[in-house]
């Protein structure tokens, strides 16, 4: 795993799709443009989930994610 700096936290654990990307992507559009946002989530489904809407969406990058044992850990950066 990469060490990376995020600008923000959002903390998402307890919550079940879709929250975790409905929040990731309010989040997201609060940021300044290059800012990196961490997301720390507890639904497994969230890795799935977040990479999909990153691929979809513009703007943004899905840097890492780290899966561990209950925790699911995501890295997006805002690109413009």
Not at 34 to 42: G, I, N, Y
Not at 61 to 70: F, H, K, M, T
Request: glycine share 8%.
């Amino acid at each position: 795993m990469t060490e990376q700096n995020p600008d923000e936290t959002l903390d998402v654990t307890g919550q079940n799709c879709p929250m975790p990307v409905v929040k990731t992507k309010q989040s997201i559009d609060e940021l300044g443009e290059t800012e990196m946002l961490e997301v720390l989530a507890t639904d497994p489904g969230s890795m799935s989930d977040i990479a999909g809407w990153a691929d979809t969406t513009s703007g943004v990058e899905l840097v890492d994610q780290v899966e561990g044992s209950d925790m699911f850990t995501h890295y997006v950066r805002k690109t413009e």
